[in-house]
């Protein structure tokens, strides 16, 4: 599982599964909360292809909520963001 920084602003989406490739692509200009949530989002599309979208948010939701409140930040500023 890879995950790649490319604008979606015609894709109209947040981020993106690549199931043939494995692949996550994210938008670059999420920040925050927002991020992790469609990371993780993204994440179970991926590892659950079955799951229908209702799920897929339900349980992505609850996974973000949980790591928040646990205080879980993205601090290291080295990500490397392919356009």
């Known amino acids: 599982m ?6 979606l ?11 043939d490739s494995n692949i996550i692509e994210i938008d670059p ?3 925050g909360r927002r991020k992790m949530e469609v990371i993780i989002h ?5 590892l659950n292809p079955e799951f229908s979208e ?4 339900e349980q992505g939701r609850k996974i973000a909520n949980l790591l928040w409140k646990q205080h879980f930040r ?3 500023n080295t990500v490397k963001q392919t356009y």
């Not at 993204?42 to 991926?46: P, Y």
């Not at 209702?54 to 948010?57: G, M």
């Open 74 to 76: 993205q601090v290291d």
């Open 2 to 7: 890879k995950v790649v920084y490319r604008k």
């Open 54 to 57: 209702t799920k897929v948010i």
């Open 29 to 31: 200009r999420l920040k």
């Open 42 to 46: 993204e994440c179970i599309h991926l």
């Open 9 to 19: 602003g015609k894709e109209k989406a947040d981020g993106q599964a690549l199931m």
